[in-house]
Nanobody
Framework: QVQLVESGGGLVQAGGSLRLSCIAS????????MGWYRQAPGKQRELVAT???????KYGDFVRGRFAISRDYDKKTVSLQMNSLTPDDTAVYYC??????????WGQGTQVTVSS
């Protein structure tokens, strides 16, 4: 069983930056993706970014170079540096760890609100 705990959400003005962090406990594999998804009100949960030793980094199309994901495999942490935030980035951000087949572990979520 894997447990994920996020931190770092909050309120920021458009154009600002936030850094999200997630720490995991339990047995994990470096080659399995770990990263972030988000869900805005009335919308489906979507990929923000994931990273693994096999697949490297993957980003959602909307990121457009604004976000950077990093993972410390020894400390079992993953971070997301978000820059140039816009109100469209307002959502609950969830830390995620994936196992085959379609097994997902989720954190409790952290709210990111970007004001215009």
């Amino acid at each position: 069983q894997v447990q994920l705990v996020e931190s770092g959400g909050g309120l920021v003005q458009a154009g600002g930056s936030l850094r999200l962090s997630c720490i995991a406990s339990g047995r994990m594999f470096d080659f399995r993706p770990m990263g972030w998804y988000r869900q805005a009100p009335g919308k489906q949960r979507e990929l923000v970014a994931t990273v693994s030793t096999i697949d490297g980094t993957k980003y959602g199309d909307f990121v457009r170079g604004r976000f950077a994901i990093s993972r410390d495999y020894d400390k079992k942490t993953v971070s997301l540096q978000m820059n140039s935030l816009t109100p469209d980035d307002t959502a609950v951000y969830y830390c995620n760890y994936q196992l085959p087949v379609d097994v997902h572990y989720w954190g409790q979520g952290t709210q990111v609100t970007v004001s215009s």
